[in-house]
């Protein structure tokens, strides 16, 4: 499975950004798409999945009703809607791909997208 992650960039406090990642492939492998986001210095940490069949999405606390994570499969792609950014959400937001249940750790994953820079500043 590759992963080519996009959309990020440079916006203001309170703005928007919707981050994009399409999937080719073996997506029939596939159980979780998520998103990660490492900021200098810190750790690569869990911000979104979704199941690849089924309904259930999951959202970390810090950004739980500001970011909105969907799937189109007809398109195997995954987006990642953030809104009312806030620089603490400065960091390279990396796609992921599972063929597990388990999501919220960075070693559940099989297959990484290159990252894209999200930058807010204040």
């Known amino acids: 499975v590759q992963l080519q992650a996009s959309g990020g960039g440079l916006v203001q406090a309170g703005g928007s950004l919707r981050l994009s990642c399409t999937a080719s492939?073996?997506?029939?492998?596939?159980?979780?798409f998520s998103w990660f986001r490492q900021a200098p210095g810190k750790e690569r940490a869990f911000v979104a999945a979704v199941r690849w069949r089924g309904s259930p999405t999951y959202h970390a606390d810090s950004v739980r009703g500001r970011f909105t994570i969907s799937r189109d499969n007809a398109k195997n792609t995954v987006y990642l809607r953030m809104n009312n950014l806030q620089p603490e959400d400065t960091a390279t937001y990396y796609c992921a791909a599972s063929s597990k249940s388990e999501m919220y750790s960075r070693f559940d994953y099989d297959y990484w997208g290159q990252g894209t820079q999200v930058t807010v500043s204040s």
């Open positions: 492939g073996r997506t029939d492998s596939v159980n979780t």
